[in-house]
Structures are given as C-alpha cells and as structure tokens.
C-alpha cells in the first residue's frame, strides 16, 4: 500500500515567494531520504514553492475562478511530500516518525486509493496454483 | 506499532548479528527474542525512541548471554575453558562493533545467503521473504497457499542446510558474484511472479508479494548500483506492475494486453520503469536477459493504442532474446510477435518452430501453444482447425477462469465460421 506523507510546515501559507528550507536541515533531510530509499520504499519525494506563488482554481456552477496566492483562507498549507511503498498503515507512522522535522512542522500521512477490491468469490478460487507452480520448479 | 518496527528493523537487525554470528538461522533467533524482549516491555514501558537501537541491544545482550550458556556447557577442561573464555569475548567485542553500525554490505551478504544456490529454489523465496522482507511464516505460507507448518519446516531445513554446509556469510566477488546476482534476481522475479501472474489466492496476499518483490529491487539497486540487470529487473517489474489494475476485470477475470484500458496504466510507475532501465542501458547492459524483457515491456508500455504497437521492434527484442536462452515460452511469445508483424502464416511457423523446442518437455503440455495456434488459425480462416486447436486448449487446463476465457474465444471462431 501506497501512503503520502505530507509535510505541513506553519507560517508557510504567508511565506515569502523566495522562501526555502533552513540549509542547517539538508544534511539531515539527505540522510533520512537515503534511509527510505535504502529501505526500497521511497517512490517519489518533492519539495513545494510556497502558495504565494501558487494559484487556486475553484468551482461554482461549472464556471472557474482562479485566484493568485497567498491565500487568506488557508490555515495550513504542504510545503512537500513523500510518496512511499510500506506493508501497514503503522509502518507509515513509524516512517514519519523518524523523519527529521522542526517543531513547527507537521506531517500528515495519509493513504492513496489502490486497485478496487474483488468481490470475495474471486478471491478464493483456488485453481491454477499447480500448473503455476510447476513452472516455478 | 511493534510489528511495524519490526518491519523496518529486523533486516538490519538479523544482518549485524550475522555478521558475527556468521550462521542466519542463530542471527534470526537472536533478533526474534529482541523481539519478545519488546513485546513484553514496550506495552508497558511505552515504544523507546529509538526503536532500532533498543532492539540492537536487546538483540546484543541475548547473544552474549547465549555464548556464555553455550560457553558453560563445553567448560570441560580447563584449557577450553580459557580458550573459550578467549574467544567469547572477541566475540563479544564484535558483537559490540558490529551493531552499533550496520552496514549495507551486511544486508547485502545476508540476501546473497538467503538466495544461495545450495538451496532449492523454493526455499530461497521463503527465506527470502522471511529474513530481508520481515514476513512472518504464516504471511508466506497464506501467499503461497502452503500450509503453515509446511511453510514453517521448508524455512527451518533452509536454515539448517546453510549452517551444515557452512556456507560463508560474504559477498561473492569476480566471476562467482555474477552468477550469485543471478541466483538473487531469479528469486526475486519469482517471488514477483508468484504474486502477479497468480490467477488465484487472496488478492491481498497476491498485492503485498509483488509490492515486496519491488521493494526488495530497488533495495538491490542501492545495493548493487553498478549491476546493470538489477536495475533491468526492476524495470521489468515496475513497467509490468504499472498495468495491475488494467490486467484484471470488474469480475477478476483476466484481461489481454491489446484488451486493456490503457488509462488505467499506472504513468508514474511506468515512468520509474523506464528510468531504471535507462539506468541499466547506460550501465552497458541493454542487451542482456532482463533489459531485453523490459525493452519489450517498454515497448508495449509506449503504444497509445493496441494498434500502435510497435511489433517489428518486439520481434526484433525477442531475437536477442533467444539468442541469449532458447526458452520455448520466449519462443511461443516471439512467435504472437512474429504473427503481429508478418501476418498470421508466418506467426504460425514460428509456433511450429516454439513447439519443436518445447519438444517432449513439461512444457510441450502447457495450453498456451495450442490456445496461440488457434488464435493465428481464426486470422487465417481457417476456422474448423482454430476451434480443434481452442478446445485442445480447454482440455489441457486445470484452471477454471482460463477455461471460460477460451470458451468464449471458441464461441467467437463459431459465429465468425458461420457469417463467412
């Protein structure tokens, strides 16, 4: 299962166009990025230009608005994003965990839509796993 | 939470000891009682911070003490005893060295180990599974629909086959090391296959396989960054991967390549593929058996439309193909190619010819031949010989869903019979 651990820093909403990451962080960042990648469960990571650089689009009947950034309205904003391959919901947690953030910053995991289900029958249908298996041997 | 750490943890963990310990099986054993040291406190004592840490020492501290039991047990004579005394505490001292820094080439001996050609392929995958996915033995017996206890003695022979050949923690190097990656690709292709290819099994079990499968090659690619058919192996997988949700229909029943929803492909996972195997034609190796399997998977991956595939490109792949292994199932695949882009006649003559290499073989049986021959025979008109040939095909298959698959086709080559 797919999750994307998203990176909520505060005060980012309002901050300044020119705004990056605190280069004091890097060397830890790059060491905890390795450590995913090293664990084969990194699959994609991405930093974020701040909103006021960014625009919001939004909908009304069938009409479009766009709007420059900042945003007044928004309270919390992601700043970046990893998207890693883990086992369990708790596995992410524990990823997120380890990952080297300042105190004012938040990470939110949250998981991505996989394949639907199948229906029960069709997962239990227990033929063709000898002639599968033969190939194997 | 402790399973979880125990999932991001135990590789390393097992991998130091063995480091030391030079024998998996007592490695593992070791890094399970940490493991029940952390069950019985953490729910208490709440989670360390540390997790990884915690478990290296609890893990330290059983070995030290095993090696004084065992140490205890041998105090015969004196001057054992003092050689014994001796060699515990270098051992201890390694013991020291050895977990306070993991490093990749540990995990790196300790898949070579698992993958080792002395065991039977099917124990390479549970061991496999077992130590460098974290997988319990219940998890792996559910995958590949084995008894538990099977599963669970499959894995303990595993192990003590290793520690009576005494068969070195290391990595190989020189000639040797190509064919030990060999030896670890095959399994990790395998265990891919086992979750990809099955038509059966919890489709929970069947996903966790295959994402392990991919998780354990891009771990090799850290691992082994100069080996061009690791990063073609993971090409391979991620380009076929990235067609999951297209392959299987609203029923689960199998969807064919050029019937597939190709908005459904997974870009960014096709994106992954390509680059790695970008990676490995950079690294000299494009021409070798994965890379040529993922150029093909490529190339599929590149055709907007089932018309637009490339076929004389594909034809071409799997010439190198066979130039590399006369595998009558490369052969049957060529010969689909073959029908594509020179017209049914000569896809037929390529079937023949996959069919004389198959020869008496376990595979001579396999309804993929007949089931291809029919399909060529309905392209060709030749209608009363393609339904002879389908319900060959039918009768040479266990496997239900394939049965319907084809009975449907057979229908097909009727009602195409009867408005010619």
């Keep these: ?137 | 939470m402790i399973e979880a750490v125990w999932k991001i943890e135990s590789t390393r963990l097992i991998a130091a000891i063995a480091r030391v310990t030079r024998d998996i099986g007592v490695a593992e054993e070791l890094a399970q009682d940490a493991l029940v040291t952390a069950l019985e406190l953490w729910p208490e004592e709440g989670v360390p911070e540390n997790p990884g840490a915690w478990l290296m020492k609890a893990a330290k501290r059983r070995a030290i003490d095993t090696l004084r039991r065992g140490h205890m047990l041998e105090q015969k004579h004196e001057e054992i005893a003092r050689e014994l005394e001796w060699r515990q505490q270098r051992l201890a001292d390694a013991l020291e060295r050895s977990m306070d820094q993991v490093i990749d080439d540990d995990i790196l001996r300790l898949i070579f180990t698992a993958c080792h050609p002395i065991l039977p392929v099917e124990a390479r995958i549970a061991l496999t599974l077992r130590l460098i996915g974290g997988l319990t033995t219940a998890e792996i017996a559910r995958a590949f629909l084995v008894p538990e206890k099977t599963m669970g003695q499959r894995i303990f022979r595993a192990k003590k086959t290793l520690s009576e050949a005494h068969v070195p923690f290391e990595t190989p190097c020189g000639d040797e090391l190509r064919r030990r990656v060999e030896s670890v690709l095959v399994v990790v292709y395998l265990i891919f296959n086992e979750g990809y290819t099955a038509t059966s099994g919890e489709e929970w079990a069947r996903t966790a396989i295959c994402d392990e499968a991919l998780r354990l090659g891009r771990m090799l690619a850290q691992l082994l960054p100069g080996e061009s058919e690791v990063h073609a192996l993971l090409a391979l997988m991620e380009l076929q991967a990235s067609r999951a949700t297209a392959r299987r229909g609203r029923n689960g029943e199998a969807v064919l390549l050029s019937d597939q929803d190709r908005s459904l492909w997974d870009l960014a996972q096709i994106q992954r593929g390509v680059t790695a195997l970008e990676h490995a034609r950079r690294l000299g190796g494009g021409a070798k058996h994965y890379a040529l399997q993922a150029a093909i998977a490529a190339c599929h991956m590149r055709a907007r439309t089932a018309e637009e595939t490339d076929w004389e490109r594909i034809v071409l792949l799997y010439d190198a193909l066979m130039q590399i292994s006369q595998s009558p199932i490369v052969a049957l695949n060529r010969a689909v190619a073959v029908g594509e882009a020179q017209g049914p006649a000569a896809g037929l003559d390529a079937v023949d010819a996959a069919a004389r290499l198959a020869g008496a073989s376990a595979l001579a049986g396999n309804h993929l031949f007949p089931s291809v021959r029919g399909d060529l025979l309905m392209k060709l008109g030749r209608f009363t010989e393609a339904s002879e040939e389908i319900q060959r095909a039918i009768t040479m298959t266990k496997n239900l869903r394939e049965q319907e698959l084809l009975t449907e086709r057979l229908k097909k080559i009727e009602k195409a019979a009867l408005s010619a």
């Design chain 1, 1 to 137: 299962m797919r999750f994307m651990m998203m990176v909520i820093p505060r005060g980012y909403e309002s901050a300044a166009p020119d705004t990056v990451r605190s280069p004091d962080a890097a060397p830890k960042m790059t060491e905890y990025n390795k450590a995913l990648q090293r664990a084969g469960v990194l699959l994609a990571l991405d930093g974020l230009f701040p909103p006021s650089t960014g625009a919001r689009i939004s909908y009304t009947d069938g009409k479009a608005t766009v709007t420059d950034g900042p945003f007044a309205e928004a309270k919390e904003v992601i700043g970046a994003y990893w998207i890693i391959q883990v086992r369990s919901r708790e596995e992410a947690i524990e990823w997120a965990k380890r990952a080297p953030m300042s105190d004012n910053e938040v990470i939110e995991v949250r998981q991505i839509h996989e394949m639907p289900d199948f229906p029960d029958d069709v997962q239990k249908a227990p033929e063709g796993f000898e002639s599968r298996n033969a190939v194997v041997k």
